[in-house]
């Protein structure tokens, strides 16, 4: 916002970009930012080969799985396509030098200009003081004495800035990122995926959104709702086209979970699954309980008993990092 209102306070007309994944948040507050700012927003989104900056990023992870030069990359070189569309001079971006360890440092800041194209047609407003003067600047299309020099990690200034700007305090922005990559527990179900399903398909992430994941073993994993909705939410992703899971679980002689099998669904994975059902379920003691299980091409029921280490395993996101969940 502090970005788009410095180009404003200079007469320049800026059109907004918001750029989502399948990981960021979908309450995001960009849409009334805009309104509030007077321009046109557009969202773009990530395309399947996201995926694969995800799987193999060229300048590396941050805390979770998040591969944020990669992913600045990425957002700017479709920028650059935006921009040539609507006949745009040059892009800006709200980065602050240092602001972020993984991806704002200054080297990165030079990285992501370079590699996306963009080259000195990337404008970064709040600490353009502090950088190599870019094209805008140049051509007087930019009054650089009137940008700024922040940098750190501190926002007592940016938020100096807006108040200045007559930003209420509903209009600022908090400092979270909104994507679940930058989240530990979340990073490890994502490098869990990488590492060990080598074959992961977009279904595979779009999965992690949902409920517990348990690793059986090398191709096996078992997703576990937590609550109405998740269970709704499995049961719909395994009747998806491209769904990797080959057994869906419902408890149908007691209220529990439902569940999916990613990987074959052999005889013991569907014991684990099952005992994972009983294990997180109001199952009844000293009565069969029954879980349905519907696969591609047949369904047939099974009788859930605790086992060994449906009872005990941790999820893939809280392993060594806490209590069962
Ligand atoms: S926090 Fe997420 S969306 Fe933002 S740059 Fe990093 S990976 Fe991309």
Known sequence: MLAIRIMQEQGIEVEALNFKTMFTCCQDTSAQAARALGTNITVIGQEDDYLDLVREPQYGYGKGANPCVDC????????????????????????????RPMSQKRSDLNVISTNSGLEDLLLRPLSAKLLQPTKPERDGLVDRQRLYDFQGRSRKGLIRLARDFGFTEAM?????????????EFGKKVHDLIQIQINDTRWDYEALNVGRHFRFNEQVKVIVGRNHKENTQLEYMHRMEDATSTSFLEPISFIGPNALITGPSTDAALEYAAGLVYRYGRSVEGEDNIVQVVQADQQFNLTAHPTERSQVEQTIASVNSGPVQ
């Open 72 to 99: 600045r990359i990425y957002m700017f070189e479709r920028a650059y396509k935006f921009m040539e569309a609507v006949d745009a001079q040059f892009i800006i971006s709200g980065e602050v030098v240092g602001q």
């Open 172 to 184: 600022i922005p908090t400092p979270s990122t909104g994507c679940a990559l930058t989240e530990p």
